[in-house]
């Protein structure tokens, strides 16, 4: 009865647990910041490689960070999509036909740090959905991380 009575409990707390654990904008800032923190001690190729490597510091889940060279718009590292590094951010458009590639390029040129909103695919659910990312500037590349809005 009690291993029932355990069980019975686990079931009830495992949604919460798992809505817990959604990454918050706290962790998309965080993020980005830890992948700028990290290409000024060991260098803008190293981070470069470290999250195309899908370094668990920068991909954890839904929350993950690309890092974008800020004087053109060229995604130089993406740990989910290995497709779009090399390929120009200005030219992307969410399903909706948001310009978000150009909002972000234009934000980091603009006040250096903000927040763009658009639809992406989310890597877990493997769904398109509404995301909030977190765009911050640093020297000639900009970090971005993302939480998922349900």
Same mark, same amino acid.
């Given at each position: 009865?009690?291993? #029932?009575?355990? !069980?019975?409990?686990?079931?009830?707390?495992?949604?919460?647990?798992?809505?817990?654990?959604?990454? $918050?904008? =706290?962790?998309? /800032?965080?993020?980005?910041?830890?992948?700028?923190?990290?290409? =000024?001690?060991?260098?803008?190729?190293?981070?470069?490689?470290? /999250?195309?490597?899908?370094?668990?510091?920068?991909?954890?889940?839904?929350?993950?960070?690309?890092?974008?060279?800020?004087?053109?718009? $060229?995604?130089?590292?993406?740990?989910?999509?290995?497709?779009?590094?090399?390929?120009? $951010?200005?030219?992307?458009?969410? /399903?909706?036909?948001?310009? #978000?590639?150009?909002?972000?390029?234009? !934000?980091?040129? *603009? *006040?250096?740090? &903000?927040?763009? &909103?658009?639809?992406?695919?989310?890597? /877990? $659910?493997?769904?398109?959905?509404?995301?909030? *990312?977190? @765009?911050?500037? *640093?020297?000639?590349?900009?970090?971005?991380?993302? @939480?998922?809005?349900?």
């Amino acid at each position: 009865m009690k291993a #029932f009575l355990r !069980l019975a409990l686990l079931a009830l707390c495992l949604p919460f647990a798992a809505h817990a654990a959604e990454p $918050t904008e =706290k962790d998309a /800032v965080a993020m980005a910041q830890k992948a700028l923190a990290y290409a =000024k001690a060991n260098g803008t190729d190293k981070l470069v490689a470290e /999250v195309n490597a899908k370094n668990p510091e920068f991909v954890q889940g839904e929350l993950y960070v690309v890092i974008v060279n800020a004087t053109d718009g $060229t995604h130089l590292a993406h740990p989910i999509n290995q497709k779009l590094v090399g390929l120009n $951010t200005v030219e992307m458009q969410d /399903v909706d036909g948001r310009e #978000f590639g150009k909002d972000m390029l234009d !934000l980091a040129r *603009s *006040s250096g740090k &903000g927040w763009v &909103g658009y639809m992406f695919k989310n890597p /877990v $659910t493997n769904k398109v959905a509404r995301k909030k *990312s977190y @765009i911050e500037k *640093s020297g000639n590349i900009y970090a971005v991380a993302g @939480i998922y809005t349900r």
